[in-house]
């Protein structure tokens, strides 16, 4: 159970919160308990939605954004997230499970997106200090200058969604995956 009282409905949400809620029902075809939750606060509930919606229209390709955000997830201990993203990791990125298990190590299997993820882990466990290597490593991977902030974009998203579920305690609607370390 959530520390905070969770809207059980959209009519229970606060009334602006309403239809950015019926907009994700319509988009995801439910609401996961993330977005009620967050929902308690329109603005927060809004600006959560529009840096998603934005990045989701980026250069970074959904699979790998699926294992960056698995990677922080796994960084930052989170169950919520761990469960949510590997369920949508497998179902809608089509990951499989040897895929899914390198992202929670933070790597890939992919060669390319392996850079990405080890940069995103990287920058989630240093907060951001990275060194000239890690960020030339990514650079010799493939990634442009935007794709990369793209990138740090995510795992700031990523960091908040992770800090919201641990902080509120948000029950998981989705099959459980737990973290395997302790952040």
Same mark, same amino acid.
């Given at each position: 159970m959530s520390r905070i009282p969770q809207p059980s409905t959209i009519a229970d949400a606060p009334e602006n919160s309403r239809p950015l809620l019926e907009a994700v029902a319509k988009q995801l075809g439910s609401v996961p308990n993330l977005f009620r939750l967050v929902a308690t606060s329109p603005q927060a +509930?809004?600006? $959560?939605?529009?840096?998603? #919606?934005?990045? #989701? %229209? #980026?250069?970074?390709? /959904?699979?790998? *954004?699926?294992?960056? /955000?698995? @990677?922080?997830?796994?960084? &930052?201990?989170? =169950? $919520?997230?761990?469960?949510?993203?590997?369920?949508? #990791? %497998? &179902? +809608? /990125? %089509?990951?499989?499970?040897?895929?899914?298990? @390198?992202? *929670? =190590?933070?790597?890939?299997n992919d060669p390319k997106a392996d850079a990405a993820v080890r940069f995103a882990a990287k920058v989630a466990r240093d907060r951001g200090h990275i060194t000239d290597a890690d960020f030339a490593a990514v650079r010799l991977a493939g990634y442009s200058d935007a794709q990369i902030i793209e990138i740090v974009q995510h795992v700031a998203l990523n960091t908040w969604t992770n800090s919201f579920n641990t902080v509120f305690q948000t029950e998981v609607d989705f099959p459980l995956v737990t973290a395997r370390k302790a952040a």
């Open positions: +509930l809004e600006g $959560y939605l529009s840096l998603s #919606g934005a990045l #989701g %229209k #980026g250069d970074l390709p /959904a699979a790998t *954004r699926e294992r960056i /955000a698995l @990677a922080v997830a796994e960084v &930052n201990g989170c =169950d $919520y997230c761990l469960s949510a993203h590997s369920y949508l #990791g %497998k &179902n +809608l /990125a %089509k990951l499989d499970d040897a895929e899914l298990a @390198a992202n *929670r =190590d933070g790597a890939s």
